[in-house]
């Protein structure tokens, strides 16, 4: 009795773990698992009161090479953009020249003449200079016909320019060090660009330096523009020190055979001593690999005569060699490269003269006046 006792046991128990076993089992089977998602397909959102389907993946584009541009070489590029200086024109030439072609000219005239000047930005010394020479040598001549006066106009303009002067960049190939200085918003970093364009245009190989790094987006900006025309860009983290940017650019130069070097500096208020004092540290780390061929500074034609005093203070830092005037197309006071000449005793080299890449252009005396004159006043 007793075994049979116990087998029934057993089998009650054997019973149960069997069903223990099958049930985990039966509720796997219960959700079938889904399918495999395609390869090379994504899950596009359905529809409401639709069903999610399948889609083909987008394939990812790689990003376009960038093209590289060869600017056209700088001869006679003023000449070609002499329209851009139209709003001076109308000072230089058809206001002065119709008043000196009137048939009595008398102090009141004259006077007309230098307020002229004046307002254009050519500055009180030298527009008294010109004046006197004009009443001289209009009074000795008698001239009155309007191509004699705009030939006795355009050559005292062209005079106070200084055409003797030596407006070329010193690019001799070792690889020469040219710092671009000035202050923010003048079109600096910019007009850095620019320049590169044109030595690239006239055939020199150019490495830039982004030694602005108080500016976030300059490196950015002076990178787009080395792109363009397949120059590298040495740059460093923002924050980081800019002599030390120039320092490595300069040597980067060296080492890849390239004859120029043109480095960015920062470009904070001029009355900032701490601004001073890094752009003098900037050229003296640069001149431990050699001397500075070139300090160019970028000034806005717009700001006129308060211009000269940030000229003032960059060339008691930095030894400018020459000066580059922006936005020289958006303003009447062309007179500006006139009194930045007297001011500074230093050549305007270059005249920016709209906001195209190429519209950066060797300034060239006579045919500057002769722009500004124009042949049918």
């Given at each position: 009795m007793e075994f049979v006792i116990l087998g029934i046991v057993l089998a009650g128990v054997l019973l149960l773990a069997g069903v223990g076993l099958l049930v985990p089992r039966i509720r796997r089977r219960a959700v079938p698992p889904a399918p495999p998602r395609p390869t090379g397909t994504s899950e596009e959102p359905a529809e409401e009161g639709g069903v999610?389907?399948?889609?083909p993946e987008r394939p990812v584009e790689a990003p376009p090479t960038p093209t590289i541009e060869t600017p056209a070489p700088t001869a006679g590029r003023l000449i070609r953009l002499r329209g851009r200086?139209?709003?001076?024109?109308?000072?230089?030439?058809?206001?002065?020249?119709?008043?000196?072609?009137?048939?009595?000219?008398?102090?009141?005239?004259?006077?007309?003449?230098?307020?002229?000047?004046?307002?254009?930005?050519?500055g009180v010394e030298a527009t008294r200079e010109i004046v006197d020479r004009l009443r001289d040598r209009t009074k000795v001549l008698g001239t009155r016909s309007p191509s004699e006066l705009?030939?006795?106009?355009?050559?005292?303009?062209?005079?106070?320019?200084?055409?003797?002067?030596?407006?070329?960049?010193?690019?001799?190939?070792?690889?020469?060090?040219?710092?671009?200085?000035?202050?923010?918003?003048?079109?600096?970093?910019?007009?850095?660009?620019?320049?590169?364009?044109?030595?690239?245009?006239?055939?020199?190989?150019?490495?830039?330096g982004a030694a602005d790094t108080f500016r976030a987006a300059a490196a950015d900006q002076l990178a787009t523009w080395a792109s363009r025309v397949g120059a590298e860009v040495v740059r460093g983290p923002e924050g980081a020190d800019p002599a030390s940017v120039a320092f490595d650019a300069v040597k980067r130069g060296i080492d890849t055979g390239v004859d120029t070097v043109l480095v960015d500096t920062a470009g904070r208020l001029q009355n900032k001593v701490g601004l001073m004092d890094e752009l003098s540290k900037v050229k003296r780390v640069v001149e431990k690999h050699g001397p500075v061929d070139e300090t160019l500074l970028v000034l806005d034609a717009t700001t006129g005569q308060n211009g000269l005093e940030q000229a003032r203070v960059f060339t008691e830092v930095v030894d400018v060699t020459g000066v580059v005037l922006t936005k020289l197309d958006g303003t009447a006071k062309g007179g500006i490269v006139i009194a930045v000449q007297r001011k500074l005793g230093i050549p305007v080299k270059l005249v920016g003269l709209g906001e195209g890449p190429d519209d950066l252009a060797p300034f060239e005396p006579a045919a500057f006046v002769d722009a500004l004159v124009g042949t049918d006043a």
């Amino acid at each position: 009795m007793e075994f049979v006792i116990l087998g029934i046991v057993l089998a009650g128990v054997l019973l149960l773990a069997g069903v223990g076993l099958l049930v985990p089992r039966i509720r796997r089977r219960a959700v079938p698992p889904a399918p495999p998602r395609p390869t090379g397909t994504s899950e596009e959102p359905a529809e409401e009161g639709g069903v999610g389907i399948l889609a083909p993946e987008r394939p990812v584009e790689a990003p376009p090479t960038p093209t590289i541009e060869t600017p056209a070489p700088t001869a006679g590029r003023l000449i070609r953009l002499r329209g851009r200086l139209s709003r001076s024109q109308n000072v230089f030439g058809k206001s002065l020249l119709a008043v000196l072609a009137r048939d009595r000219l008398d102090e009141d005239a004259w006077e007309e003449i230098e307020d002229s000047l004046i307002g254009a930005d050519v500055g009180v010394e030298a527009t008294r200079e010109i004046v006197d020479r004009l009443r001289d040598r209009t009074k000795v001549l008698g001239t009155r016909s309007p191509s004699e006066l705009r030939g006795l106009l355009t050559a005292e303009l062209v005079e106070a320019l200084d055409p003797t002067l030596d407006r070329s960049l010193k690019v001799t190939g070792k690889p020469s060090v040219l710092l671009v200085v000035g202050v923010n918003g003048s079109g600096k970093t910019t007009t850095c660009g620019k320049i590169a364009r044109v030595l690239i245009a006239d055939g020199h190989t150019v490495l830039l330096g982004a030694a602005d790094t108080f500016r976030a987006a300059a490196a950015d900006q002076l990178a787009t523009w080395a792109s363009r025309v397949g120059a590298e860009v040495v740059r460093g983290p923002e924050g980081a020190d800019p002599a030390s940017v120039a320092f490595d650019a300069v040597k980067r130069g060296i080492d890849t055979g390239v004859d120029t070097v043109l480095v960015d500096t920062a470009g904070r208020l001029q009355n900032k001593v701490g601004l001073m004092d890094e752009l003098s540290k900037v050229k003296r780390v640069v001149e431990k690999h050699g001397p500075v061929d070139e300090t160019l500074l970028v000034l806005d034609a717009t700001t006129g005569q308060n211009g000269l005093e940030q000229a003032r203070v960059f060339t008691e830092v930095v030894d400018v060699t020459g000066v580059v005037l922006t936005k020289l197309d958006g303003t009447a006071k062309g007179g500006i490269v006139i009194a930045v000449q007297r001011k500074l005793g230093i050549p305007v080299k270059l005249v920016g003269l709209g906001e195209g890449p190429d519209d950066l252009a060797p300034f060239e005396p006579a045919a500057f006046v002769d722009a500004l004159v124009g042949t049918d006043a």
